[in-house]
């Protein structure tokens, strides 16, 4: 029965893990924040599982460091929408202003 659950939570992991890949390759934010909700569910058995085996353990760390890169990219892309919004509302402010010039 152990054996078994392993087994179904390495699939349910592996599954979860190209998903994550995947998106990130592809910078499909929508899609890592879909994913992010599958890791958390599965952690969530995760922790229900007393004994996991040790290539679950193992599977566990390699889609923790995939997590992270998937974080690490979702800031920087966040970042860069905030650059973009800054740089836009500074036109708006510069066209804000000849429009009040011109009215002078």
């Known amino acids: 029965m152990q054996q078994e659950i392993d087994r ?4 349910q992991l592996v599954a979860t893990y190209l998903k994550l890949a995947e998106a990130l390759a592809a910078q499909d934010w929508e899609e890592i924040g879909k994913v992010n909700v599958q890791v958390n569910e ?3 058995k995760m922790e229900e599982h007393k004994e996991p ?5 193992q599977l566990k ?3 923790h460091r995939l997590h992270g890169s998937a974080l690490d990219a979702c800031v920087d892309e966040c970042e ?3 650059r973009s919004l800054l740089t836009q509302l500074e036109y708006a402010e510069g066209r804000s ?3 009040r010039v011109d009215m002078l």
């Open 42 to 44: 599965w952690l969530l």
């Open 80 to 82: 860069k929408l905030r």
């Open 97 to 99: 202003a000849y429009t």
């Open 61 to 63: 760390r390699q889609l």
């Open 53 to 57: 085996s040790e290539s679950l353990i």
């Open 8 to 11: 179904k939570l390495q699939e």
